[in-house]
């Protein structure tokens, strides 16, 4: 091979070389550049993803505590509800419980109260009906009459299943005054004020 073969072969040689170390160079430079916005994408979605993890567990936090306080809110207003029908069921009870003169004296104002034409029959407990004393009816229709109203308010001879108070009859028309039946029409107004008793709420 003559001289200046060689020269040309080397001249090649020696280009691809430098093209191979460019190559090289160029190659390692895109792979760093590369793993860098690999590294950054990764930081980046690393840094979504938790902070779509911590919104999630913040709005799973916040329906956790809102389920919570609703249920506590619901079983303190049963809780409420609860202490409130106690107290009305202790009022009837004692009520009901009234010593004989006591209980005839509120029955006696009751049924002057009620009684609209003083002809109407009274239906009552059968244990009421023989708690009452016999004078009870006498003095009642008295005082009815001073009322001018006539004076015939009679026991039935029908009782009631109720607890105390009484139901008065006149042509086919039925007005309860059971103690049940007047706590409870009083019950909406009442409670208001009762939860204020018990509770230390505002009554509305």
Partial sequence: MSAGAERIIEHILNDAREKAAEIRAEAARRSEEILVQAQEEAARRREQI???????????????????????????LAAKQELIAQAFQQALEELCAL????????????????????????????????????????????ALLKAGKKGEL???????????????????????????????????????????ILFDEKAN
């Fill in 99 to 142: 010593d004989d003169e006591n209980y005839s004296s509120l029955l006696r104002e009751m049924l002057l109260a009620a009684a609209e034409s003083g002809t109407e029959k009274v239906l009552l407990s059968e244990r009421d009906r023989a708690r009452l004393p016999e004078r009870f009816w006498a003095e009642l229709n008295e």
């Fill in 154 to 196: 009679a026991p039935a001879e029908e009782t009631r299943e109720i607890k105390g108070g009484f139901i008065l009859h006149s042509g086919g028309v039925e007005i309860n005054c059971s103690f049940e039946a007047l706590l409870e029409a009083q019950r909406n107004e009442l409670e208001p004020e009762l939860a204020a």
């Fill in 50 to 76: 938790l902070a779509r993890a911590r919104e999630e567990a913040a709005a799973v936090k916040r329906r956790i505590l809102g389920a919570a306080r609703l249920e506590a809110r619901k079983e303190k």
